[in-house]
């Protein structure tokens, strides 16, 4: 019983390249969602999914893209990484009950 | 659009003290609110999930009310302990758009 998987847990980008964090949710939930969570800051929403091939921006979302293509997954895209995109970044799935959330992804961009 | 708010930002009781951490929120269309956890350097732990057509919930030392219609929630310890000390946050999903929005959270330290 995995529940929310992120892949990669930890990764170092020089600025400018371009690099994909995997969300894969094994629940069959329809909502989606990323975060990114910086020191003594609260969560903040990135991009979201209410379901399969659909997206929605968040709070923060330039800088980033996402594609749902498949239900389970929900992949986020750097396409130019800049180091103020340095954070733990943290994705969760929900049926509009319970909301589960993977293990976080350690990103530093220098 | 929908704001969660949490008061205090910051917390610092002696251990066994029973405290209450507050949440609220601007729109009332949601469909649950939900309690979590967060140690430093760590993930989030659910702690309690209320649904919006409930109004508490209880599990061990903790209880979580729910007042939907004046966007208010509250996260009850009882006799605080060490290990409680963490970042409590509260999030809510909407029902008009489906976004999970949590707070900037509560920083919690029970002293010895």
């Known amino acids: 019983n995995a529940g929310v998987t992120q892949t990669p847990k930890f990764r170092v980008l020089k600025t400018g390249q371009s690099m994909t964090l995997l969300c894969a949710q094994d629940?069959?939930?329809?909502?989606m969602y990323w975060y990114r969570q910086d020191p003594g800051m609260g969560l903040r929403l990135i991009h979201y999914?209410?379901?399969?091939?659909?997206?929605a921006k968040g709070e923060v979302p330039d800088g980033y893209n996402v594609s749902r293509l498949k239900k389970q997954n929900f992949l986020l895209g750097l396409e130019s990484a800049a180091p103020s995109q340095t954070s733990v970044y943290f994705c969760?799935?929900?049926?509009?009950?319970?909301?589960?959330f993977g293990q976080g992804t350690r990103l530093t961009v220098v | 659009k929908q704001e969660v708010t949490q008061i205090p930002a910051a917390l610092s009781v002696p251990e066994g003290e029973n405290l209450v951490l507050n949440c609220s929120f601007t729109d009332s269309a949601i469909y649950n609110l939900q309690w979590f956890r967060q140690d430093p350097g760590k993930g989030l732990t659910s702690l309690l999930l209320?649904?919006?057509?409930?109004r508490e919930q209880t599990s061990g030392r903790l209880n979580a009310s729910l007042d939907k219609s004046s966007g208010r929630s509250t996260l009850y310890i009882a006799a605080s302990q060490p290990g409680d000390s963490a970042t409590y946050l509260c999030a809510v999903i909407s029902s008009n758009t489906g976004k999970l929005i949590f707070g900037q959270g509560t920083t919690l330290q029970v002293k010895p």
């Open positions: 209320i649904q919006s057509s409930q």
């Open positions: 999914s209410v379901g399969e091939g659909t997206t």
């Open positions: 969760a799935s929900s049926a509009r009950g319970e909301a589960f």
């Open positions: 629940m069959n939930h329809e909502y």
